[in-house]
């Protein structure tokens, strides 16, 4: 494995909302093989934008990029990079003793580091977040399903020379443990509302007017005419979309023929 091409999919696959900042497809050395995870704060009060820009250009203490991942206070991640960034040293203890930043992904969330409370948003999302990278499906098809040992936070990772995260490392941890148990749980046979992964809301100018679009190519495999719907009503493309997350994302009406196009080739 390089690059980490398949940091947005996974991520979104969770119900997450994830932003591509652009050039992360390029952005970082290509001498990379994640192995694990190392879960940062920014230890800072910027805005989004100001936090993204340090990942981006660097601090006085580390050369950019800083780190593959970004979480803001919303929830909502963003993908700053796809290879090796520098946002650890090599590890002295805890999960990833041994370890430096070619065998780790980074994850930046935003906050002060000095008691600032993580609102529930946030935590719940960097869980959720944590937890789909460690279960990533990758190309082959073959389940990774990295366990929680495969997670440090800053402060194991470097102890006496990092504090980050302020939250448990150990109730995170459980709490990733526990997403992972029930996304163990089969995904149900009959077509339809009870579990969706991977669906995609795009928005489509049509005539001058929105379409709303909804993909999910899981439901292709089993029934082709499930794998997209077009609503006219916002409320209703979002009402059956936020079943597990959305990306409110625009296409182009030939774009959009083409994802189409894809659904009737699998049928054939
Ligand atoms: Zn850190």
Request: proline letters at 6%; hydrophobic letters at 35%; a positive charge.
């Amino acid at each position: 494995m390089a690059r980490a091409l398949w940091l947005p999919a996974v991520l979104r696959s969770a119900g997450l909302t994830v932003h591509e900042q652009p050039g992360w497809r390029d952005r970082g050395s290509s001498s990379f093989d994640p192995y694990g995870i190392i879960v940062h704060a920014t230890a800072g009060r910027l805005s989004i934008e100001s936090d993204i820009r340090v990942l981006l250009q660097g601090s006085t203490t580390a050369p950019p990029p800083i780190a593959q991942l970004f979480l803001a206070r919303t929830g909502e991640w963003w993908v700053i990079a796809s290879g090796r960034c520098n946002h650890a040293r090599t590890g002295r203890a805890g999960n990833m003793a041994g370890f430096g930043n070619s065998g780790l992904i980074g994850i930046e969330a935003a906050n002060d580091n000095r008691g600032e409370p993580w609102p529930d948003v946030q935590y719940r999302s960097y869980v959720r977040g944590v937890a789909a990278i460690c279960d990533y499906v990758d190309a082959g098809a073959s389940k990774r399903r990295w366990s929680t040992n495969r997670i440090s936070g800053h402060k194991e990772h470097q102890p006496g020379e990092k504090t980050d995260p302020t939250f448990s490392m150990g109730q995170f941890r459980a709490d990733v443990a526990a997403v992972l148990a029930g996304d163990s749980t089969p995904i149900p046979s009959t077509p339809g509302r009870k579990r969706h992964t991977m669906e995609y809301l795009w928005v489509i100018l049509r005539s001058g007017k929105p379409v709303w679009a909804v993909e999910r190519p899981h439901l292709r495999l089993s029934d082709p005419a499930m794998g997209w719907e077009e609503f006219t009503d916002e409320g209703q493309a979002k009402g059956i979309a936020t079943l597990n997350g959305y990306s409110n994302q625009f296409l182009t009406e030939t774009q959009w023929a083409a994802r189409k196009a894809a659904y009737q080739t699998a049928a054939a």
